[in-house]
């Protein structure tokens, strides 16, 4: 029960401070033959017009399915109109924010029970984000964070049975990821921290520190015989973990490639033998 904890509030955590260097990120641009602007390949994403169905696998065995749904919000703006014919005078519809939400369920062997997430977060126009959080439920256990840009908070909350916290962090906390982790866990959180990764020497974080730059490049997945283009994006966590990821043209996830061994498959394309391969 305690481990479980301690590796939920890693993962959580973890998740949080790189949320937290999205900004930055997102407007990060390669250098490679080939490239093209990982902001526009970000763009695409968030303005996809469909959901993407993800199947989860651990090497060729599946485990999970997924859903990653982008969203365009829109709001009301008021202002005079010269064409007195609209049935809203002065009624425009202008964009407000993009969200992002990807949620669904996997079962791990480590594990006893089926684990459960959700995760959303809301950017604005300028693709900043406001508002982030992520949940996993491993019953009846549940790990909670919500990050707000605004207040620069960031809420932890875990309930597991006899062991339960519910504090609130400021953005300073995190750029001494050690102390912090130390704080709420003793030595043995730091110790699993250092084994997954983290940096906990340095005491400020940064995009270089995390090793969390995007590439973007032009490349095609071969489905059914056929050669369909498709953007790929790279990034290396940590510089030690790979991230890859193939988006349609319209800005449909058809393939992540995560750290572990983690592929994460379209649906359309899951019972495609062939659609693993890439130029």
Known sequence: MVTRIWIGLVTVLWVTMSVLLWRSEFSHRGHVASSVPPAVVWKKILTAPDSSMLEIRHGTNRIGYGRWRPGVGQEIATGARMIEEEPLEGMVPQLANYTLDFDGNLRLADFPARLSFASGMKLDTNHAWQTFEVRLTVQPDVYEVKANAADETVRLHVNAGADRI??????????????????????????????????????????????????????????????????????????????????????????????????LVNDHLAGLRNATEHD
């Open 166 to 263: 519910d504090r609130t962090f400021r953005f300073a906390d995190f750029q001494n990821p050690q102390k912090l982790l130390l704080e709420l866990g003793g030595p043995m959180l730091p110790a699993m921290a250092a084994t997954m990764g983290l940096p906990l020497s340095t005491n400020k974080l940064s995009a270089a520190s995390l090793g969390l730059r995007w590439e973007a490049r032009n490349d095609a997945l071969l489905i059914g015989g056929n050669r369909v283009r498709a953007y790929r994006l790279e990034s290396r966590p940590l510089e030690r973990f790979k991230v890859t990821i193939y988006v349609s043209p319209v800005g449909e996830i058809l393939r992540a490639e995560l750290p572990g061994n983690i592929v």
